[in-house]
């Protein structure tokens, strides 16, 4: 069984074929040592090349990860996992980033108003210190939370401010205040109508006393 593979010896390629059953070299030059040094470099020089190829892939990994952190975007599974494997002190700085942003992400979705929320958003801000030095990183992710809620249905229906939240409330008591008036009313009309209908000179208990009598046939 045979099988060809090409190698890049300086800038020829040189074909070598291998007798997998007597493990024998046949090539163009007369000389096996030759090849079998031949075939030594290339595959040194192949581990090399590979080598510098996955440090060159890492820095540049890592160089996408940080600019992500420090654009306060989420990592991918596969970048966290890259993170914690190779730089253990960013992954939980990273870690703590996400809790803020989440953090801040919960507050936001159970505000009552706009009003509400920018009182968050300057209160969360004004929470982050100035000596941290992953401040910057924080503000970006806390910004990418906040654009986020603006853009959602959650944060257009709220009313602009506490204010608008209590007259609300005031028109929905008022509203129930005046249906409650109403059914009262409507209850006493229907009374009052069903007296109206009633004919208290049409009626006499002796009438009825008289209509309730058996009647007898006198000409029997």
Known sequence: MKCHEPFLLGEKAMQISFDLGTMKLNNESKSGQYVSNQLTDVVRRLKEQSTRANKEDDSKMMEKIQAKIKSGKKLTSREESYLKQ???ELYMQYLRIRRMAEALEHQLENADSKEEINDIIFHAMNGISDKDPYKAAIVAALDEVIKDFKKSDGYNNLPS???????????????????????????FEEVENKEDDFDAMAWSPLQDVIDAMPTFDMQS
Do not use: L, V
């Not at 401010?161 to 209850?187: L, P, V, Y």
């Open 86 to 88: 190779h730089n253990q």
């Open 161 to 187: 401010s506490n204010e608008e939240i209590e007259e609300g409330r005031k028109a929905r008591a008022n509203k129930g205040k005046e249906n409650t008036e109403d059914d009262e009313i409507g209850f």
